[in-house]
DNA sequence: GTAAGCGCTTTCCTTTAGGTAAGTAATAAC
DNA sequence: GTTATTACTTACCTAAAGGAAAGCGCTTAC
């Protein structure tokens, strides 16, 4: 027996448009913390150490690579002020702003699933 | 010289929650592959050689692997249907679903991004 | 002189992701 | 009996991600 689904594939194009998008947005979006340091430099510029800091957990050898990869892409600046010492000073760009939606979705939806996790687990108790 | 840039630092806990809220969504749906599994059987069920096809590159292996992956976090479910020989289609849940807007955002966000690398690529030549 | 802070880099290591290729059990078609 | 299909699994491997800890060049503070 053999069953046939789509045999003229419906809309298929528009399909394999926005999973073409999909993939190619997380290309360059990779990684655990991409998105997050966006978002911490969306919400002010800041020091390394200061990033450093405020996204628990990342290693400065990470959060060095990180940033000369969203650098790179053109989602943040690198200020150096001629201050003695010197200070640098992570700036979003007006690009990394275009995720501001993205962004806020995810953060909507992660609140959510946080939520979910917590209730699923309650019942198994 | 010193600069102090937050002293007591504004808001601060609103940017840590949806920081915080990313790094969640984020830990759930990682890797190359989630999203644009969920996005494909969002937009119809499929059987396991169907998706292959459709999702361009990935392998039997992780593509197995993904979908367990999918289904313990409940994104999609495998029906198995009793035809001989049995068919197995995957489908999106209601849950999977509520990542509409988060893909949503990520394909218009990835269109654009491909456009403005075009648009750099031919500026370099 | 010593210590501490800044913005990293370096080294070493483990983990994970992911790819290739082959195989398999069950069934059906020829 | 041979071949093909479906839905995987298994074994093997490489590359990349990521973590821990130490170091470094510079400067200021004590």
Redo the contacts with the bound molecule.
């Keep these: 027996?053999k069953i046939v689904i789509n045999e003229v594939l419906p809309s298929n194009e528009e399909c394999a448009g926005s999973l073409k998008n999909v993939l190619d947005a997380l290309y360059v979006l990779?990684?655990?913390?991409k998105l997050a340091l966006i978002l911490c430099l969306v919400q002010s510029s800041k020091?390394?150490?200061e990033i450093q800091n405020e996204v628990a957990?990342?290693?400065?050898?990470?959060l060095?690579k990180e940033l000369k990869d969203l650098e790179l892409n053109d989602f943040i600046k690198?200020n150096v002020y001629p201050t003695?010492?010197v200070?640098?000073i992570y700036e979003a760009t007006e690009y990394s702003r275009t995720l501001k939606s993205v962004i806020g979705e995810l953060s909507t939806w992660g609140e959510q699933h946080r939520e979910k996790i917590k209730q699923s687990m309650r019942k198994q108790s």
């Design positions: 027996m990779n990684g655990k913390w020091r390394f150490n957990g990342i290693s400065s050898k990470v060095a690198r003695t010492p200070s640098i």
